[in-house]
């Protein structure tokens, strides 16, 4: 699931691992109506393609050339900002990073994170980040992020030794 909130609105996206054909593949709530009226978002444009995958959000009025695109692939969701500039994204916050330098930076605006794990636990939805997502599940703070297993998994050979004979 993604969301994004652009103004007062806010667009919730989400992925499906059912196998949907047509309009039955959109999964979207908009102000926190499930499959409302998507015209607009933050007083932006907002089209879904033929495909109902990807919903974008059309800066253009404000923000020449700059767009924001919700792709759906089965559960996954993806969010990619197309030419994004200093103007548009310079004061933008988050797990994303600094837009000018690139630093994964914590809450504070200062502290750089290397490590993904901190990254997400510090960005975690906190209550005071206000309400974002239609279906509250877990984890909800206090508790803490579920952290992903070792993404490369134990790294032990596999053969055994053994002799050779010719």
Known sequence: TAVIRIGNDILEVE??????????????RINFEYLGDLIELGGFPVTINPRN????IDLDSEYPGQKIEIK???EFVSVNIIGATAESFGNAVGIIGDFKTGKTLARDGTTVLDDFSD????WQVLPSDGFFFSDVSRPQF???CYLP???RGARTRRLAESDITE
């Open 72 to 74: 759906t692939f089965n």
């Open 119 to 122: 990254l997400g636990m510090e």
């Open 15 to 28: 992925g499906s691992a059912d196998k949907e054909d047509g309009e039955a593949k959109r999964h979207y």
């Open 53 to 56: 995958n990807k919903y974008t």
């Open 149 to 151: 297993e070792d993404p």
């Open 142 to 144: 206090p508790e803490l």
